[in-house]
């Protein structure tokens, strides 16, 4: 791994931490999935609005490992399937390849509602896309910054 694989994706889990609070200040059900580990187990936070919820997602972010472990696009599948209707799926990712773009565009296809995050620095490209897509430039001196604004 790449001094910007590690420091992408913990800034990565940093901006999935600020939009968990965000929608748990705002008594939004959040819940969070990934590709990696937290502390040895899959990374899975079923959604819910019930106390103690946003203090379970960021603890699992905390011990969240920045190394894959299982592939993006099948687990966006699996995901999407255990989702209730109506919830928005929210990818913050640092990968956008072929098949994760393809599981997206399926997913939106299906009336899905989503956003994407893509999390890269400033030479990675971020493909074209039917959905919606924020992308967020790296910002290597990201620790030092008091807040990340991403929209005016």
Do not use: K
């Amino acid at each position: 791994w790449s001094r910007w694989e590690t420091d992408g994706l913990e800034f990565a889990l940093s901006v999935a931490a600020s939009l968990a609070a965000y929608g748990a200040d705002h008594g939004w059900a959040v819940g969070l999935r990934g590709n990696g580990q937290s502390a040895g187990a899959p990374i899975e936070v079923p959604a819910a609005a019930a106390q103690g919820q946003l203090r379970t997602v960021l603890e699992t972010l905390a011990r969240a490992d920045t190394m894959a472990v299982r592939p993006l696009a099948p687990l966006l599948a699996a995901s999407a399937a255990r989702t209730p209707a109506g919830a928005t799926l929210l990818l913050i990712t640092t990968t956008l390849d072929r098949n994760v773009v393809a599981a997206l565009h399926a997913q939106h296809r299906r009336g899905r509602p989503l956003l994407v995050l893509h999390v890269a620095p400033a030479y990675a490209p971020t493909p074209a896309a039917s959905f919606p897509m924020l992308r967020i430039d790296h910002d290597a001196h990201w620790v030092q910054r008091h807040a990340l604004i991403l929209a005016s």
